[in-house]
């Protein structure tokens, strides 16, 4: 973080030291300072979630709401290059999610299906979907490229490409299928746990290196997906069936769904950070991984 926060920070934990002692002091600090970067991570999540609350209550005259949430997102997308927060590299990646996204919304909110939908009208738009519909898929690979910078991640034990891929690949294709055949989002969640059992993902805050399992990870930022999800359709980002007339929170059950989408962004997230093992060996994967700089 920026010099004065430190200052300020270390400032603060000596005068807590004073009356809490050293000890809890330290931890409270870091843990402020923990919230102040997650804060900072969520940069674009952030930006677009008062973009998405200012439009409830700021009209563009000939504009629609969800075309001013377009052109706002790509308005943050380029401030965030310029104040070099983000990079070209990354925002490739970003184009990504925002395709992967599309994909899913434009089948999930196809006529026969309509597990969601945009109840207002749209000239930037695919289908039935608003083209800034995208950018909510890319904001959670955001947060992920910025707290692994914010942060400093790595990883230990990730396991070999053609297993993180598969999978990705498998959750990914379980969204579509599972309104044809069972849905496997519990065997997927049970194949995810036994391939990460042992991965476990650093971080480190202010002095000392941190470390959890990457599995509690996934589910942590899915649940505060899930948290966004309800701010986010209660401003009318979207709509789901139940709430067309009245807003209501949206079930606990998408927090799972949610994971499964976190893990599909960290494993994508994962190869441009060069985290996977250069060999598919137990030696090999049990190696610590740098993450890069970019």
């Known amino acids: 973080m920026a010099e004065p926060v ?7 934990e000596a005068a807590l030291a004073r009356v809490l002692g050293r000890g809890v002091a ?29 439009s409830n209550h700021i009209a563009v005259p000939g504009v629609a709401r969800y075309d001013v949430l377009f052109l706002g997102a790509i308005a943050i997308q380029f401030v965030l290059i310029a104040l070099r927060l983000e990079t070209w590299r990354e925002v490739a990646v970003l184009s990504l999610f ?4 599309m994909g899913l919304e434009l089948f999930k909110t196809a006529p026969g299906v309509r597990s969601w939908s945009y109840p207002e009208p749209s000239l930037f738009h695919l289908g039935t979907v608003p083209l800034y519909s ?24 990730f396991p070999a490409f053609w297993i993180a891929g598969g999978l990705a690949a498998a959750i990914y294709g379980n969204f579509f299928a599972n309104h044809y055949i069972r849905d496997l989002r519990w065997p997927l969640a049970a194949l995810v746990l036994a ?22 990870s996934f589910a ?9 999800e309800n701010i986010a359709t209660y401003f009318g980002a979207w709509s789901y069936p139940q709430q067309l007339h009245q807003w209501a929170i949206v079930g606990p059950n998408k927090i799972s769904s949610w994971t499964l989408l976190v893990i599909i962004s960290f494993i994508i997230v994962a190869a441009l950070k060069q985290a996977f093992p250069r060999r598919a060996t137990a030696a090999a994967a049990a190696q610590p991984v740098a993450s890069p700089s970019d």
């Open 6 to 12: 430190d200052l300020l920070l270390s400032a603060l």
């Open 26 to 54: 330290a931890l409270l600090c870091e843990l402020l300072m923990f919230g102040l970067k997650e804060v900072a991570a969520c940069v674009f999540a952030g930006s677009f979630l008062l973009l998405l609350a200012l």
């Open 98 to 101: 925002h395709a992967l996204g």
């Open 134 to 157: 995208g950018f909510m898929y890319a904001a959670v690979a955001s947060y992920l490229m910025q707290a692994w910078r914010i942060l400093d991640v790595r990883v230990t034990r």
């Open 195 to 216: 391939s990460f059992w042992r991965t476990r993902v650093h971080f480190t805050v202010t002095r000392a290196e941190r470390s959890m399992p990457l599995a509690l």
């Open 220 to 228: 942590l930022i899915g649940f505060f997906i899930w948290v966004a």
